[in-house]
């Protein structure tokens, strides 16, 4: 059960880190990119997304894997 909830908050907080990130580095996304990260539910995923973002000079990078 505790392993289950940290999965869960992980879940939570990836989308919410992501988003706060991208505004910080003032990356606008579209609503589709917005949608698709809240969906979002991979630690894997998360984690790509996490260090493009490090280097991404637009969202469209995030997504360019796709």
Do not use: H, K, N, Y
């Not at 940290?6 to 003032?26: C, F, K, N, W, Y």
């Not at 990356?27 to 973002?53: G, K, M």
């Amino acid at each position: 059960m505790r392993g289950e909830g940290r999965d869960e908050g992980r879940a939570e907080m990836g989308p919410r880190i992501l988003l706060t990130v991208l505004e910080a580095r003032s990356l606008r996304l579209t609503e589709q990119q917005r949608q698709r990260i809240e969906a979002c539910s991979d630690p894997e995923q998360f984690e790509r997304w996490a260090r493009a973002v490090a280097t991404a000079m637009s969202s469209d990078a995030l997504f360019a894997d796709a």
